[in-house]
Nanobody, 123 residues
Framework: QVQLVESGGGLLQTGDSLRLSCAAS????????MGWFRQAPGKEREFVAS????????RYADSVKGRFTISRDNAKNTVYLQMDSLKPEDTAVYYC????????????????WGQGTLVTVSP
């Protein structure tokens, strides 16, 4: 079992940048794909980005492609989400997750989840 703890959320304005971090402990971090998801008020949780165990392969939702960058540091057991050019529609609770071995963008294929960190973007 892995424990995931997100940090870095906050209140921002349109156009700002922010980096989220997710620290992992427990199950071998470097062996598994990691992902970021988000859930806006009244909406279902949705895929944002994922990164392979090696860090070589990444996937992004169309809504964040070109603005968000996922990365990982396996030596620090940490995955990051750099968010640039933030928009009000990016407002959500952001979760990191481990899994996605068969379906790297599918919520149901990620088995371990953090508690989430809130990102609020004002107009």
């Amino acid at each position: 079992q892995v424990q995931l703890v997100e940090s870095g959320g906050g209140l921002l304005q349109t156009g700002d940048s922010l980096r989220l971090s997710c620290a992992a402990s427990g199950r071998s971090f470097s062996s598994y794909r990691m992902g970021w998801f988000r859930q806006a008020p009244g909406k279902e949780r949705e895929f944002v980005a994922s990164i392979s165990a090696s860090g070589i392969f990444t996937r992004y939702a169309d809504s964040v492609k070109g603005r968000f960058t996922i990365s990982r540091d396996n030596a620090k057991n940490t995955v990051y989400l750099q968010m640039d050019s933030l928009k009000p529609e990016d407002t959500a609770v952001y979760y990191c997750a481990q899994g996605g071995e068969y379906y790297p963008t599918a919520t149901n294929d990620f088995v371990s989840w953090g508690q989430g960190t809130l990102v609020t973007v004002s107009p």
